[in-house]
C-alpha cells in the first residue's frame, strides 16, 4: 500500500507493484485469493463466498500450507513461485500449529509477497496487539457475504480520505490509533466521533475499518454479536 | 390446495419455527444466499461438515472429560472449534451452549463441564434432527416439482 504526502492511502492489486510476474489485468481480472482456516466447515464457506463474489479460491488448512503453496516453506526449499499469483490472503486467525498472526509475520517478512494484503479472522475479541502496520483488516466470524464484498471492493478501489460520502468526519476517525484490548472497541470510539452507540454504529464502523494516514491504522471490530455493552476501547490520537 | 403449494407452506413454516425456537439464526439464511443452479447442493453439504466435525469433537471432548488429569485446555480447545463451525452454519443454541461451556473450562470447573457436554450433546442432537427433517421436506418439495422458496 502506498500512501501520499497528502495521507491519502490507496489500495493498489498487487499486480500494480510487483516486478518480474506476469500480471497484466488484462490476463485475469480475477482476484486470487488464499483462504486459510483449519475448520472444513468454514473453508468450505469462505471458499463459497469467495467464489461467488468473482474471486479464485485457493484454500488450506494451516499457515505450513499456504507458506509451502507460497513457495516460503523453508523445508520445500522451493524458490520458483509457481502457483497462481495471490492478490489477498484471508486467514483465521486461532489455528493449531501456526496461529494467522504468525502466517501474516511470515509473509511480511517476505520481500516477495510482503505486499500482498492479509486479512484477519477470528470470533473472538482478541487482544488484537498487531502491528498495525502490517494487518490490513479484521474479519469477524462467521463471515458474511457482505464481509467478502466489503473486502473485494477496496482491493479494487483507492480509499480517499476525507470522502464525506458516509456523512460523517473522516478525519477525525483516520487520525486515530486504536489499541483494542479484551473487549473491543466500541461507545467511546463512536461517542468521540459525536455519534451514539448504537447497532446501526457498528454497521459503519465495519466499512471503515480500512482506513490509513499516515501509516497508522485503524482498526475497526465490528461486533454485533457481543452487543455495545461489552466493547471498551483505549484510543488516542482523536482529532 | 395442490400438493407443492401444501409442501411449500409446510417447508416455509417448519423453516420459520426453527429460526424462532432459536435453532438457526441468520447465519443459516447466509448460507442459503451462497445456494444457486450451479451448488444446489451446498447448504446440505456444509451442514453435513459440520455434522461430522461436531460428533468428531463430542467424542473429544468425552475422551479428554474421562481422564483422570483432565486437560482443560484441550477441553476448551475442542469448544472453540465446535463453537466456531455451529457459529458458520448459525446453529445458536448449540453455539450458546459452547460459550457458556468454556467459561467452566476457564474456570477449570469439572461438573459443570460434563454437565454442558451433556448439553451441548442434546442441543446438537436437537439440530440435527430438525436440520435433516428440513432437508427431507425440500426433498420432498423437489420431487413434487416444486421449487425450494427463497426466504
Known amino acids: ?29 480475477e482476484v486470487h485469493v488464499l483462504a486459510v482456516d483449519d475448520s472444513f466447515v468454514d473453508r468450505k464457506v469462505i471458499e463459497r463466498l469467495l467464489t461467488i463474489s468473482s474471486c479464485k479460491v485457493t484454500a488450506v488448512d494451516s499457515g505450513r500450507r499456504a507458506l509451502q503453496f507460497l513457495g516460503l516453506d523453508e523445508e520445500e526449499n522451493t524458490n520458483s513461485f509457481d502457483g497462481l499469483k495471490v492478490d489477498l490472503i484471508i486467514t483465521d486467525y486461532c489455528m493449531p500449529g501456526m496461529t494467522g498472526y504468525e502466517l501474516l509475520k511470515k509473509i511480511k517478512e517476505s520481500s516477495t509477497f510482503k505486499e500482498i494484503p492479509v ?9 488484537a496487539r498487531i502491528d498495525r502496520r502490517v494487518q490490513e483488516d479484521f474479519i469477524v466470524k462467521p463471515v458474511k457475504l457482505a464481509d467478502v464484498k466489503r473486502i473485494k471492493d477496496c482491493m479494487t478501489r483507492e480509499i480517499k480520505l476525507g470522502n464525506e ?6 478525519r477525525s476517525y483516520e487520525k486515530a490509533e486504536c489499541e483494542i484490548v479484551g473487549d473491543g472497541l466500541g461507545c467511546s470510539l463512536m461517542k468521540r466521533l459525536g455519534r451514539v452507540g448504537s447497532g446501526d454504529g ?18 475497526a471490530l465490528l461486533s454485533k454479536r457481543e452487543g455495545l455493552q461489552n466493547l471498551s476501547a483505549s484510543g488516542h490520537g482523536w482529532s | ?32 444466499q451462497l445456494q444457486d443452479e450451479s451448488n444446489p447442493d451446498f447448504v446440505v453439504e456444509v451442514v453435513s461438515l459440520f455434522f461430522q466435525d461436531s460428533e468428531r469433537l463430542l467424542n473429544e471432548l468425552a475422551k479428554v472429560l ?26 445458536q443454541r448449540v453455539q450458546r451452549v459452547c460459550i457458556t461451556f468454556r467459561n467452566c473450562c476457564e474456570e477449570k470447573n469439572i461438573e459443570g463441564c460434563l454437565k454442558y457436554l451433556q448439553q451441548l450433546r442434546h442441543e446438537y442432537s436437537l439440530v440435527k434432527n430438525k ?16 421449487t425450494i422458496p427463497l426466504y
Open chain 1, 1 to 29: 500500500m502506498t500512501t501520499t504526502a497528502n495521507g491519502v492511502a490507496s489500495w493498489r492489486r498487487i499486480s500494480d507493484k510487483i516486478d518480474g510476474f506476469d500480471l497484466s489485468p488484462s490476463k485475469s481480472d
Open chain 1, 119 to 127: 486479512v484477519i479472522m477470528s470470533s473472538e475479541n482478541v487482544l
Open chain 1, 165 to 170: 460520502e458516509s456523512g460523517i468526519n473522516k
Open chain 1, 202 to 219: 457498528f454497521q459503519w464502523l465495519s466499512d471503515y475499518c480500512l482506513s490509513k494516514a499516515g501509516g497508522v491504522l485503524s482498526i
Open chain 2, 1 to 32: 390446495m395442490d400438493a407443492v403449494t401444501q409442501l411449500q407452506r409446510q417447508l416455509v413454516d417448519y423453516t420459520n419455527s426453527l429460526f424462532l425456537e432459536g435453532f438457526l439464526d441468520d447465519q443459516f439464511n447466509q448460507l442459503q
Open chain 2, 66 to 91: 474421562e481422564q483422570q488429569n483432565i486437560d482443560f485446555k484441550k477441553v476448551d480447545a475442542h469448544v472453540h472449534q465446535l463453537k466456531g463451525s455451529s457459529s458458520s452454519i448459525g446453529a
Open chain 2, 131 to 146: 436440520l435433516e427433517t428440513l432437508f427431507k421436506l425440500e426433498q420432498q418439495l423437489l420431487a413434487a416439482g416444486g
